[in-house]
């Protein structure tokens, strides 16, 4: 069986969620098949070294203008090329045309639901825009010509069945939930908890929140409930955020009525993926309060770093943390800010949920992920034999 995956963006220095699952799925199934042969399509870019032929899978790299026009015409002209018998594209979006049986992962659906949607156009980035643009038109053809379907949670399932109107039977659609990555742990060394200090200039102490412009992130009510909560706690503890633009960051702060916060807010800039087990490790407590998440990585990662979790009582996040974070409506900042005070009051709290995160996180691996995937290529292509 011939295999080409795409992975366009995953030699891009600056990877973001769904390029780590990509590159996790891919690192396993080299680990875990050695029979079957694969492509990986790549567009060029810095980071070559994240990746490496092995005997069965070859890197391909593909030049092709823009997102669209690469996955529109470069990759399934390369696949073609290569005899593929299935073309599993990673990123919600694929080929409109293609000559092989097609696998989506299609992570969520966000940028279909109209309340998501009024928000985007208000807020969003000009990029966040396009490609939300791109993706409306695209996921809905796509769907309907995919031979396989492959979403992160039972949640997410759920709602791309009811809003494109498939059967419940319909086992094209199926749910594969994601792992998380053996390096994320809780780190003890000295020597790099003091380097990573170090090197992101991190507080002694300090709340961990991994916001972004998207507005699911929810980054203004964080904000909103992180201001309440320096008004009301006895200690002025700082809140770290990461790659975060300064001047959107000055805006938000104006927004909530509180511009001075900003020097109690670090910027720690990029962050390499292999130095977030230390700065999770460092923290007091990780801040997840989106608004809507197909799966939620982040949560898993904090829990498996032995870091109690604020999360969100909506979409997939109840189900992917398995209830052992503390739950909160995030719409309401008072409730984000009672469960940040909570925490740092309350010892017992606090360790009950770093023990039951911690045991929770370690049902969820990327090897299993890869070896459920695996097992959709063989059932396609046995079915077309």
């Given at each position: 069986m011939k295999i080409g995956i795409e992975g366009q963006r995953l030699f891009r220095v600056k990877k973001h969620g769904m390029d780590m699952v990509a590159l996790e799925l891919i690192k396993n199934l080299q680990k875990l098949d050695k029979k079957n042969e694969y492509f990986i399509y790549i567009k060029p870019d810095e980071d070559r070294d994240c990746l490496e032929n092995t005997d069965n899978f070859r890197i391909v790299e593909l030049d092709g203008g823009s997102y669209a026009s690469w996955e529109q015409f470069a990759l399934p002209k390369?696949?073609?090329?290569?005899?593929?018998?299935?073309?599993?594209?990673?990123s919600n979006t694929a080929p409109l045309k293609s000559e092989m049986q097609v696998v989506v992962t299609l992570h969520d659906i966000i940028y279909m639901e109209k309340s998501y949607l009024r928000?985007?156009?208000?807020?969003?980035?000009?990029?966040?825009?396009?490609?939300?643009?791109?993706?409306?038109?695209?996921?809905?053809r796509v769907v309907k010509k995919a031979q396989k379907i492959i979403t992160v949670s039972n949640f997410e399932r759920k709602r791309i069945t009811d809003f494109f109107g498939f059967p419940e039977s319909d086992d094209r659609l199926v749910a594969v939930y994601n792992g998380v990555s053996e390096h994320f742990r809780v780190v003890e060394d000295e020597k790099e908890l003091k380097r990573v200090k170090a090197q992101y200039k991190l507080p002694d102490e300090f709340i961990f929140f991994l916001g972004n412009t998207d507005p699911k992130k929810n980054?203004?009510?964080?904000?909103?409930?992180?201001?309440?909560?320096?008004?009301?706690?006895?200690?002025k503890i700082p809140l770290v955020m990461?790659?975060?633009d300064m001047d959107e960051l000055r805006k938000l702060?104006?927004?909530?009525?509180?511009?001075?916060?900003?020097?109690?807010?670090?910027?720690?800039g990029y962050v390499v993926n292999t130095d977030l087990p230390a700065i999770y490790s460092l923290c007091a407590l990780f801040l997840y309060p989106s608004l809507r998440e197909s799966f939620g990585i982040p949560m898993l990662e904090a829990m498996r770093c032995g870091?109690?979790?604020?999360t969100s009582n909506t979409s997939s996040m109840p189900e992917v943390s398995g209830e052992k974070a503390y739950i909160v409506d995030p719409y309401k900042p008072e409730e984000i800010t009672e469960g940040i005070i909570k925490i740092l009051n309350d010892k017992d709290l606090k360790d009950k949920l770093v023990k039951d995160g911690l045991v929770h996180s370690m049902k969820f691996s990327w090897m299993s992920m890869a070896a459920d995937v695996l097992k959709i290529y063989e059932e396609i292509y046995q079915k077309n034999q």
């Open positions: 390369a696949a073609k090329n290569d005899n593929c018998d299935i073309l599993h594209c990673t928000i985007l156009m208000d807020k969003g980035t000009s990029y966040q825009k396009y490609g939300n643009v791109y993706r409306r038109y695209v996921v809905p980054t203004k009510g964080a904000l909103k409930a992180y201001s309440d909560f320096l008004k009301k706690f006895n200690r990461l790659d975060y702060l104006n927004e909530i009525g509180d511009p001075d916060m900003e020097k109690l807010i670090h910027l720690t870091i109690p979790v604020i």
